[in-house]
Structure formats: C-alpha cells, structure tokens
C-alpha cells in the first residue's frame, strides 16, 4: 500500500512539502499543485520555484501541469525534464473551479474525451515520459469518466488518479463509491483513490471495499491531521502535539523567509480551518484568530491555541 499527498493549489507548496517530509512519515509519492503548459516561445519554467530540485526535498515528486493543447504539453515536458531531468508528469483533468472549467482546461477537459485522448496520444507516442492523470467522475455526468478510462485502455499511462465526485459538485456531497467501482471496472491501469479519507477508519473502509486499490492519496485530511499517513501505517505516532507545533513553526519560518508577513498571514489563515479541530478550538475561537490582521499578534495566538 502506498500513500501520496494530494495537489492542493495555493496550498501544498515546496515549503509545504518539504516541512512535511521533514516532521511527518508515511507518505510514499507527491504530486505538486498544478501549473500551466505553454508553447516553447511562452515557456519560463526557470520561474517555477515549486519545480525548482533544490526546492523539493520530498521524494519522488511528480509535477503536475494543466492544458489541452498537445504541442504546448510536449514542449513543456520536454523544457522541464531538460531543465530538471522530471521524467513523470500529471495531467489535471480534475480541477472544477469556474474560470478554469469555462477555457476548457481540468474538469473542462472531460466531456472531451476526443481531447484526452489527443493530449495523450502525443505525450506517449513522442516522449519517454511516465504520464498520468487526475481526474473526475466527470463535469455534469458519471459517463464522461467512463469513455475516457475506455479510451486510455490503448495507452501506457503510468496511474489515473481519481476523485470520484462531479465537477459541478465541487466538494459537496460524498464521494460515489458505486461510481468508482464502475471506473475500476472499466479500467486495467493502475489506480489511485482520492477523496474523503479523513480517518483510518475510512481507509480502513475503503481498502476492504476495493482491494485491488493500492494507492490511496490525501489532501485535506493531511491538513487536519499530519500524523494521519502514520497512523494508517500504524508507525509510532509519539506526542503529535508537540510534533505539530514544530511543524507549524517550522513551516510559518519558512514561509516568512521567501513571503512577506501578509502572504504568509493569508496562508496560515486558510490552513487554520483545517487546524481548528486537531488544536481543539471552536467557532468563535477560530472566529477571534481569523479576524487578526497583523501576522504578529495572529501567530502569537495560534501558537498559544496549540500549546
Ligand atoms: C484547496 C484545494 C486545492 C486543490 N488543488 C488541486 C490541484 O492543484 N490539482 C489537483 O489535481 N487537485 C486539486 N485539488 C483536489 C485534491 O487534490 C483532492 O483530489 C480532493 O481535495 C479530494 O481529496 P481529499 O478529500 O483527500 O482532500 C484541490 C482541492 C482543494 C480543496
């Protein structure tokens, strides 16, 4: 069985990453948040610090990239394994947000299966690159998912992840595990599961209902518990509370060195709704700490939260 961080945009950052690494075990793989194919004349990809190697401690780390022009992917794969040596890459056909569904790219990409499969068609037949993707049950119908795995049976994908919930459902609802059943039924790649595995009762769960999953990722989950690949692994937890504060110190000093103090206040208030529950704190003490707008007095009070 094997563990990966989910891609969470604007979240799981290098310095997220590697802080996890650093204090927290169990995860095996990492797909980075995803960033946008370009053709070559367009391409910087010197300017994307989250690929930098130096950047990235957490091994292996898979890059993730959104589009749906084939060209811009081969340029792109080839610019970041020249410049890099990646060698594997994602492909986001998942993303539901508005304005990135409405240009056709993650979630937009999947009532064209005819754009899939071109995308991937190139990738496989022109490069050496492991690729795979990450996906949903579709954007407005389950159907969609299936005549895109019925598709990708001819290609040497390397996984296809899947989040099984509609792109119009954003988040809402629970994951269709009838659906996914259905997907694993109409597909011989491997496959990673990912959705709603808060605890390891859910994994414990999920893993008896589909043993022939192996792969099981987590993104949200991990922010509401770090400790939580361990504990399915059943390592030696130790005193998670003072592994957590570290990791939160750790993961503030890093962010302050590369951000400003704003930015940085932007981040950790967004990774304190997650956080509310494992430091024990209800609403309106999770209330009083996201209506601070200075970093200073904000940190303070998040650290005497976790203590
Ligand atoms: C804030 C946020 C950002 C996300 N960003 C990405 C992304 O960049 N790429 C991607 O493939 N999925 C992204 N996802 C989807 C997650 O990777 C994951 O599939 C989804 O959250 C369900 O898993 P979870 O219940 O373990 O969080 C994002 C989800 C959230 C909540």
Redesign the pocket.
């Known amino acids: 069985m094997r563990l990966w961080l ?7 950052n290098f310095q997220f990453r590697n802080c996890l690494c650093r204090h927290v075990g169990g995860i095996d793989n990492f ?4 960033l946008p194919v370009q053709e070559k004349s367009k391409l910087n990809v010197r300017k994307w610090k989250d690929l930098w190697p130096r950047n990235n401690a957490c091994r292996p780390t898979t890059p ?1 990239l ?1 589009g749906n022009n084939p060209a811009h992917f081969l340029d792109t794969l080839n610019e970041l394994h020249q410049e890099y040596g990646y060698t594997s890459f ?1 492909w ?1 056909i ?2 539901p947000v508005d304005q990135v569904v409405r240009r056709t790219r ?1 979630c937009g990409v999947m009532p064209h299966p005819d754009i899939v499969e071109s995308v991937v068609r190139a990738v496989t037949e022109q490069t050496p690159y492991h690729f795979s993707l ?1 996906m ?1 049950l579709g954007l407005h119908d389950k159907s969609e998912s299936l005549q895109i795995l019925d598709k990708m049976q001819d290609y040497p994908l390397e996984y296809i ?1 899947i ?1 099984p ?1 509609l792109g119009e459902q954003l ?1 809402e609802g629970v ?1 269709d595990l009838d659906a996914f059943q259905e997907c694993l039924n109409h597909t011989a790649h491997r496959v990673v599961y ?5 605890t390891v009762g859910d994994y414990e769960r999920l893993q008896e209902r589909f043993p022939s999953v192996q792969d099981w ?7 509401c518990n770090p400790f939580l690949a361990e504990e399915i692994k059943e390592m030696d937890t130790g005193d998670v509370k003072e592994r957590f504060l570290r990791y939160y110190q750790h993961y503030a000093d890093e962010l302050l060195e590369t951000r400003k103090e704003k930015s940085t206040l932007f981040i950790l208030k ?1 990774l304190w709704h997650y956080y509310a529950s494992f430091a024990g704190i209800d609403a309106s003490e999770l209330k009083t700490l996201l209506r601070i707008n200075d970093f200073s007095p904000f940190f303070a009070l998040s650290l005497e939260y976790l203590r």
């Open positions: 989910a891609p969470l945009d604007g979240i799981t797909i980075t948040p995803f993730q959104m994602n986001n998942g993303c993650g990450k949903r992840v989040h919930r988040y994951p990912s959705g709603d595995v808060w990722m987590l993104g949200r989950p991990i922010l967004e």
